[in-house]
């Protein structure tokens, strides 16, 4: 017996997240969707495919015209405009038509990537999404978020398109490793930053079940972690005004992501975006000392990065200006009035940036 949670756009109920433990409803739940006799492509990466694309394949054939893989190269590096055409093509040798659906199976680049090119094939196909990450799981999978890089900026080009469905298999996180793991994790926590000072506090005091990923805790956890999510893009679809509090620790993350060359992934950055934007806080009156240097110090036992080395501040702070979060010349920041409660503030300086940096650069030396 799966649960299950309905997301609303524009009012009106539009697709249901199923939370389970494996993929035997899958069959059901996309039967229901009404695309018997239709093709169906499911869009993966190399590392994913070899895991689960053999078993939705089969658990799929029967029902439907012709059941199909594509694997994009994993990796970030490849969520690019080149690697959307050679989706297109795929589609397009195999005759795809506006009828058919697409499955996006792997984590928040295949969720991205294939809901991109579910918004715009045909000017629009029908896309399950399958997250099999954290990351994926509580965050990219909802909302209807998908684009690709360019030019060094994180998803630069896309389309707000919404899912037909999104089915959670909460088993496939255990095929992630540590670092993986704690990488999702980072936006689990700023969802209890932004949004649930109560959420925040379970999360700390179940901190040992989360990293032994107890199958209870880790459901509890995705299911609140993707609630807090649903009620702010069901509020702000479109990231005019509250969705854009979900970018808390991506302004300065998103830099030092790039500044790494993505070496590093995208949740350890967003913890040190996090911790920089709460030192901002902290700095401005908004927090106390022990709030910040608690919200710092809880990224440790979640195995996330409180400072990081090798970092050319300059560079960093340039980045800052081509991440598509700033509005003209302003950068729209997301800081914290109390646990719980985060604003976006558009008056945050170059100056206060770079203090933040040094404290998370130095942090060390600092103590
Ligand atoms: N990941 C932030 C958002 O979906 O708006």
Redesign the pocket.
Known sequence: MANRMTVNYMEKPCYDIVFTTDFSLLKDEISGLGFKGRKIAIITDTNVEKLYSKEIENSLSGEYDTVVTYAIPAGEEHKNLQEIEKIYEFLMERHFDRHDLLIALGGGVVGDMTGFVAATYLRGVSFVQIPTTLLSQT??S??G?TGVDLGGVKNMVGAFYMPRLVYMNISTLNSLDDRQYASGFA?VMKHGLIKDENFYTWLIDNMYEINDKDPDVVLEMVMHSCDI?RV??EKDPT?KAD?ML??FG?TLGHAIEKHKNFKMFHGECVALGAIAAAFISWKRGLLSMEEYYEIRDMFVPFNLPISVEDIDKEAVLNLTKSDKKSDSDKIKFVLLKKIGKAFVDDTVTRDEMEKALDEIIYIENND
């Open positions: 965050d990219s909802i909302g978020k936006e999510k702010v893009v990231e969705r979900l970018n991506h």
